[in-house]
C-alpha cells in the first residue's frame, strides 16, 4: 500500500519570505501523480499543485512550486513570497494512475507570519 | 464556476440517529467521492462512484452506506451514530479518475452528541 510521509507537523516563516515543505512517499508503481492540497481555517480544500511521476519537469503555480525527486520518491512544496492568506493546513497527496483514491500525509500546519 | 455543493454544511444528531449527508458534484463531473476527516487529521477515503456504480471503497463503516443517483448527486447515510463519527466529511467530483485532482466541496461539520 501506499503511504505519504510529512515530517513537519507544524512551521512558520514571515511573510515575503520563502518556505519549504517536505513531502516523502512509497509506492512501487512507476505511474502516479502527486499533489498538495492546501486546507484553510474555512476548511475548504484546495489543489495547490499537481504534478505527474512520468514528468521530469517540477510543476510550477505562480508562488508555488515543487521539488519532485522520484528515485528519492520525494516531493516538497516550496512558497515564494509568502502571504498570510497562505496560512493553512497543507496536505501531500498520492493517487496511483488509473485509481480514483488520494492517499494524503498527516499535513503540516504552516502559519504566515506579518 | 460552479463548484462541488454539499448541504448540510452542519448537522448534529444524537447516538443511534441516523444522518444523510448530500453532494451535488461539478457538472460533467462523472466520478464523485466521499472522505471522511477526524479532528486534527488527515482525510480518509471511504467511498467512491463512477457514473453512477460504486467504483472504489475504502474504510467505511457497514454502518454506512452511499449511492449516487441518476442525476449524479450522491449522498452518504450513517444509521446507528456514534460518538466516533463526528467528523468533517467531503464530497469531491473529478471528471475520469482521480489522477488530474479532485475538486472537494466545502464539507460537512458532522457532531454527534
Known amino acids: 500500500a501506499q503511504t505519504v510521509t510529512q515530517s513537519q507537523p507544524e512551521m512558520s516563516v514571515q511573510e515575503a519570505e520563502t518556505v519549504t515543505l517536505s513531502c516523502t512517499y512509497d509506492?512501487?508503481?512507476?505511474?502516479?501523480?502527486l499533489f498538495w492540497y492546501k486546507q484553510p481555517p474555512s476548511r475548504q480544500m484546495i489543489l495547490v499543485i499537481r504534478?505527474?511521476?512520468?514528468?521530469?519537469q517540477n510543476a510550477t503555480e505562480n508562488r508555488f512550486s515543487v521539488n519532485f525527486q522520484k528515485a528519492a520518491k520525494s516531493f516538497s512544496l516550496k512558497i515564494s513570497d509568502s502571504q498570510l492568506g497562505d496560512t493553512a493546513m497543507y496536505f501531500c497527496?498520492?493517487?496511483?494512475?488509473?485509481?480514483?483514491?488520494?492517499?494524503f500525509g498527516k499535513g503540516t500546519k504552516l502559519t504566515v507570519n506579518p | 464556476a460552479a463548484g462541488v455543493i454539499q448541504s448540510p454544511r452542519h448537522l448534529i444528531k444524537e447516538k443511534r440517529e441516523t444522518a444523510t449527508l448530500k453532494c451535488y458534484p461539478i457538472?460533467?463531473?462523472?466520478?464523485v467521492y466521499w472522505y471522511q476527516q477526524g479532528p486534527g487529521q488527515d482525510p480518509q477515503f471511504l467511498i467512491s462512484?463512477?457514473?453512477?456504480?460504486?467504483?472504489d471503497k475504502g474504510s467505511i463503516p457497514d454502518r454506512f452506506s452511499a449511492q449516487q443517483f441518476s442525476d449524479y448527486h450522491s449522498e452518504l447515510n450513517m444509521s446507528s451514530l456514534e460518538l466516533g463519527d463526528s467528523a468533517l466529511y467531503f464530497c469531491?467530483?473529478?471528471?475520469?479518475?482521480?489522477?488530474?485532482?479532485?475538486?472537494f466541496g466545502s464539507g460537512t461539520r458532522l457532531t454527534v452528541v
Open positions: 469531491a467530483s473529478s471528471l475520469g479518475t482521480g489522477s488530474h485532482g479532485y475538486t
Open positions: 497527496a498520492f493517487n496511483q494512475g488509473g485509481s480514483e483514491k488520494l492517499v
Open positions: 462512484f463512477y457514473e453512477k456504480m460504486q467504483s
Open positions: 509506492t512501487s508503481e512507476s505511474n502516479y501523480y
Open positions: 457538472p460533467r463531473h462523472d466520478t
Open positions: 504534478q505527474e511521476a512520468y514528468k521530469q
